[in-house]
């Protein structure tokens, strides 16, 4: 093969998608880190459906906050833990659009709970990204509601205890159960395969809520390795042999009518 | 074209929205503003606008943030409480300079409080409520028509100044029932939204909007100075352009009272009560409670003037009075502790004003009018 057609190979193969804004991953995110593998995901994901120009991100507070730089697209940053509630309002008013949230463990699940519930009861017609990287990323690896049973972080020193701090939260599952639901899986990005099923839950998704049918989820494993205090190798290793276990992989909905 | 109706000052609250142009309302029930939701609930849908009942009052706020980031005129309302929960939102959105309406019909603090009148929310309203250095403009209605006009007028000051604006109303405003002129206000042309998220294919240039409440990696500014300079600019033409007041029997008073919603037209019936005397009483209504009218307030203290606030809550504008008049004159109060009857319906009414209205007046004379002072 000519040098020319392998370089267009690559560029189909591993390009930077367009939606892709450049040079923002490298000063924003700690090596080894998987939200901008998300952020491509969902760059990617927008790109197949063409839906670029009519999607409307939605972030709250956390490194998944930093997204709102990362994609070329209509983008807002709000505050902690209520980009459910943002996007709910947005999509009312342009019903039209495609309007996705992307949240970490706690944006959504701990102090995010209420608009969480709020649009799972409601049904609203948009799309929830949540990233499980098992702790608080931007604010040092507290314990996050998805920290696994002993995992030691800033915050439960001797390792998470179930008697005083409880049992990791599943997301996928949890939100599989609401009738307002059409779609509910969970991804992973620790390789390339785990990587392009991540990518096609987004976009299934994505169609979902471009259909009008319901509330539409995906929560992907997410390595952390500053917090995790491991290497980006080792941190790979680390999602496949213990949270994998504990948070498997698949689709827990997907239903084309709610009733 | 206007349409004469009997409707309460919450009613006429989502009339005024209706017509100022309100595109969506977000709002959880909460007393004594129930009225407000239930009307939004009623009305909007019917007329192909947006409708949500949030899950909470953290639900109304974040929902008014998401639409009016999408460029929608939105409001939501509440009280106490529900109030206090939406504060750091405002801020949030004071930072990201999104317009937005937000009435809070005050109910009796503090904590849960009785659900039925008092005006104890004036500092939190007044002084921005969340964290972090911002102020809102603060209507302060005190009929059912003020409740019509002024949601139009907060309309249009959020808009002119991406920002969010205040109407401080209370359960007796809320609830009274009046004749109302529902009469559509041109208040002039607004700035136009091209700063809204709504896709990139809905912008002339096809390029990206980013909405955002920090000034951080992607800020709007180079700097955090930056972002407080504009603020701080913004917070200095709202002090200059839009202080507001309602001035009753100024022209010779001496005797001045200071007074908002409720309270107002209870002052108002002291004056008049006085004025039968011979006393020279007069009323200085402030309509915009941030901006406050202290220059008003000011002059008339520098003519020796003194003053009487009358206000539902343990004191708290009274010290915004006492600011203005700078020691110069005398500063009295009649408060929530002055009530007919110490329950949560008590009220302050106007022959306990006027009592105190008397005693001033007896040791004025006494101590010697002195003009000027």
Redesign the interface.
């Known amino acids: 093969m000519s040098q020319e057609g392998k370089a267009v190979i690559r560029e189909m193969v591993a390009g930077r998608p367009k939606l892709l804004v450049p040079q923002t991953a490298a000063f924003?995110y700690c090596p080894g880190c998987h939200q901008p593998l998300v952020a491509r995901a969902v760059a990617e994901a927008l790109e197949e459906l063409g839906m670029?120009?009519?999607?409307?991100g939605?972030f709250g507070i956390g490194c998944s906050s930093?997204l709102?730089?990362m994609l070329?697209?209509?983008?807002?940053?709000?505050?902690h833990g209520?980009p459910p509630?943002?996007?709910?309002?947005?999509k009312?008013?342009?019903p039209d659009?495609?309007v996705f949230t992307v949240q970490g463990d706690g944006d959504l699940l701990s102090i995010g709970a209420?608009?969480l519930?709020?649009a799972l009861?409601?049904a609203e017609k948009i799309t929830l990204i949540m990233l499980n990287n098992a702790v608080y990323g931007t604010t040092g690896g507290q314990m996050a509601p998805t920290s696994l049973l002993g995992q030691r972080t800033t915050t439960t020193p001797e390792g998470r205890d179930p008697a005083s701090a409880g049992f990791p939260t599943h997301a996928a599952e949890l939100i599989a159960t609401f009738k307002g639901v059409v779609y509910s899986a969970r991804g992973a990005c620790n390789n390339p395969y785990n990587y392009q099923l991540t990518r096609n839950y987004i976009k299934t998704a994505f169609e979902k809520q471009m259909k009008g049918l319901g509330l539409s989820f995906v929560e992907v494993l997410s390595a952390c390795p500053s917090n995790w205090r491991m290497s980006p190798l080792d941190s790979l290793k680390w999602i496949e042999e213990k949270m994998i276990p504990e948070f498997p992989l698949g689709e827990f909905k997907n239903t084309d009518r709610i009733e | 074209m206007a349409e004469r109706m009997f409707i309460e000052g919450n009613e006429a609250i989502g009339w005024g929205a209706k017509i100022a142009g309100c595109?969506?309302f977000?709002g959880y029930p909460i007393t004594p503003q129930n009225e407000i939701t239930e009307w939004f609930a009623r009305e909007f849908p019917r007329a192909g606008r947006?409708f949500?009942q949030?899950?909470?009052e953290?639900?109304s706020i974040?929902?008014?943030?998401?639409?009016a980031?999408?460029?929608?005129r939105?409001m939501t309302s509440t009280s106490g409480p529900g109030w206090s929960l939406m504060q750091?939102?405002m801020s949030?959105m004071a930072n990201?300079e999104l317009p937005c309406v937000v009435v809070d019909v005050q109910r009796g603090g503090p904590g849960g409080g009785p659900i039925r009148h008092a005006q104890q929310d004036y500092f939190q309203c007044t002084r921005g409520g969340g964290h972090g250095d911002y102020r809102n403009i603060v209507l302060a209605p005190a009929s059912s028509q003020e409740c019509c006009d002024l949601t139009q007028l907060a309309f249009y000051l959020a808009d002119k100044y991406r920002n969010p604006v205040v109407i401080l109303s209370d359960a007796i405003i809320g609830r009274l029932r009046e004749i109302v002129e529902v009469r559509e206000i041109d208040f002039g042309p607004v700035p136009n939204k091209d700063w809204a998220?709504?896709?990139?294919?809905?912008h002339k240039d096809?390029r990206?909007?980013?909405?955002?409440?920090?000034s951080d990696?992607?800020g709007r500014d180079p700097d955090y100075v930056t972002l407080l300079r504009r603020l701080s600019q913004k917070i200095r033409q709202m002090q200059e352009s839009e202080v507001r007041y309602e001035s009753y029997r100024m022209e010779d008073a001496t005797l001045i009272l200071v007074a908002f919603g409720y309270t107002a037209r209870v002052a108002k019936e002291a004056v008049n009560l006085s004025r039968a005397q011979n006393i020279k009483a007069g009323l200085i209504r402030p309509i915009t409670l941030w901006p406050f009218p202290y220059e008003a307030i000011r002059e008339k203290a520098h003519q020796g003037a003194q003053f009487l606030v009358v206000e539902d809550s343990l004191g708290q504008m009274v010290e915004d009075v006492r600011f203005a008049v700078e020691g110069r004159g005398e500063v009295q109060l009649v408060s929530i502790l002055d009530r007919h009857i110490p329950t949560d319906g008590g009220m302050i009414l106007p022959d306990k004003v006027l009592a105190k209205i008397l005693e001033m007046y007896a040791a004025q004379e006494t101590k010697g009018y002195e003009p000027g002072r």
């Open positions: 924003v670029g120009d009519r999607a409307i939605v930093f709102v730089g070329d697209i209509d983008a807002v940053n709000g505050p209520r509630d943002m996007a709910t309002a947005i009312h008013i342009y659009n495609l209420d608009p519930l709020g009861t409601r | 595109q969506a977000f947006v949500v949030s899950q909470s953290l639900g974040n929902m008014v943030y998401g639409a980031a999408a460029g929608a939105v750091e939102t949030h990201a998220v709504k896709g990139k294919a809905g096809g990206r909007r980013i909405v955002e409440h920090s990696l992607f």
